[in-house]
Structures are given as structure tokens and as C-alpha cells.
């Protein structure tokens, strides 16, 4: 153990000595949604440091939560994987989410907007299924942000899967989703609803009217949407 231990033979107290370092937590809930390489775990805690989440990733190693392996085909390049315990914490991951959902206050939690985050979770929670079988560009517009974070587009291709762009990919747009940040964060945590967005005039969508329609459908919703507040 570390300088920093409690000196407690308590299990929860253990627990803490490993998890509860500052941005631990999120690398672990970037590897429990499925991220495993590098660049992946950075674009899920945008605000974390290369240098932080390289030594946070050596001490899960470490103690033996998450373990390195080459990707076969692709020289040089590693994977990070959780073993047996570090897929134990997938329910430890679960109920902080669903406890955060459920008792923090709406309002400090859309104070903290985070638009790479958002675009990120939202990339890994398409339904493809739920679209018609070819390729699909969705660009979100959000007019209040700086140039670099105010254009993101999302390409769904039934055969090559989800991939979000910083940059225009070249494909023909099908559908244009603008709005603020805090309104689409909003809809997304299930705070705010669509229908009423696009009513009120902070959403505007334009293009193939099937998409617009089934919109919810294969965007879906933060999986801890449906936990209701428990907080003004």
C-alpha cells in the first residue's frame, strides 16, 4: 500500500486505497462501457491528462484490474483489458451512477457540460439495429460553443459500426441536429424531453424526416436516463 493508506483493515477502506485516486473511478466506468485502447480512454475523460491516465492505467495493471495484451495485426499497438476483478466492478460502476443520478441536484449537474464527453457516450449508445441498413451522417450543431467543439458528426455504417468526427467526413449529411449544449446533455440524462425542446425552438432538425421521427430510437438515452431524481 501507499504512503496514503487509511491503515484500516476494512475492506471498504482497501477498496478506497485502489479506486478512489483522483479520475480512477472514470477510467474504470471508460472500461467497463468497452473502451480498451488508449486514445479510446481519452476521448471518455477528455479533461485527463495523457501523462495521468498512463500511470492511473499502470496502477489498475498493477493491482491486477486491468491487463495488457497486443492487438493481433497491429504491431506496437496494446489493448487494455479488465481481468475477473476488474469485471467485478461493473456493478460498483452501476450503482455510483445510479446513486449520482438519483441524489444529485439537476442543476449542478448541467452546470458541469462537458461537450467531448457528451458526443462520446452518446457515439456508444446508437441503436443501428433501429436504422434503415446503409450509411447514415448526423451532424449536431451546437452555435453557442467556440469553433473547435461547435460541429460533430456522427457516421453509423451497418457494416463498419458507430464513428464520431471532429472533422466534416465527406459524406452527405442526412440529418442536421442543432442545439445548445445544455439542452441536448438535457435530453440525453432524461431531464428534458425532445418533443418539448423542439417546441420551445432550442432544437431545430432538418433533413430525412424518418430519422427526425424515430429520433429516440436509435439515438437512445443515457442507460441512467430512466432514474428518476430524487433532488430539486
Not at 178 to 198: C, E, F, P, S
Amino acid at each position: 500500500m501507499t504512503g496514503s493508506s487509511y491503515g484500516q483493515f476494512c475492506p471498504v477502506a482497501m477498496a478506497a486505497e485502489i479506486l478512489c485516486t483522483r479520475w480512477t473511478m472514470i477510467v474504470v466506468r471508460e472500461l467497463v462501457a468497452g473502451s480498451t485502447r488508449f486514445n479510446e480512454l481519452r476521448r471518455g475523460a477528455p479533461r485527463m491528462s495523457p501523462a495521468l491516465l498512463s500511470k492511473r492505467l499502470k496502477e489498475l495493471e498493477a493491482y491486477g484490474i486491468v491487463e495488457r495484451k497486443p492487438v493481433p495485426g497491429e504491431p506496437g499497438v496494446t489493448e487494455y483489458l479488465l481481468t475477473a476483478p476488474g469485471k467485478d466492478l461493473g456493478p460498483v460502476v452501476e450503482a455510483l451512477g445510479v446513486w449520482g443520478q438519483r441524489w444529485t441536484g439537476t442543476q449542478p449537474q448541467l452546470e458541469n457540460l462537458d461537450v467531448d464527453l457528451l458526443m462520446w457516450d452518446m457515439r456508444r449508445t446508437i441503436r443501428v439495429p433501429e436504422l434503415p441498413p446503409k450509411r447514415h451522417v448526423i451532424q449536431f450543431i451546437y452555435p453557442e460553443r467556440r469553433p473547435a467543439e461547435r460541429n460533430w458528426w456522427i457516421v453509423v455504417d451497418p457494416r463498419e459500426g458507430v464513428d464520431l468526427c471532429m472533422i466534416e467526413p465527406g459524406y452527405d449529411i442526412d440529418l442536421f441536429v442543432q442545439t445548445d449544449l445544455r439542452t441536448m446533455t438535457a435530453i440525453w440524462m432524461g431531464m428534458d424531453t425532445m418533443t418539448k425542446a423542439v417546441r420551445e425552438e432550442r432544437m431545430v432538425l432538418t433533413g430525412d424526416k424518418a430519422l427526425q421521427k424515430n429520433m429516440l430510437k436509435w439515438l437512445g438515452l443515457n442507460l441512467l436516463s430512466g432514474v428518476p431524481k430524487q433532488v430539486a
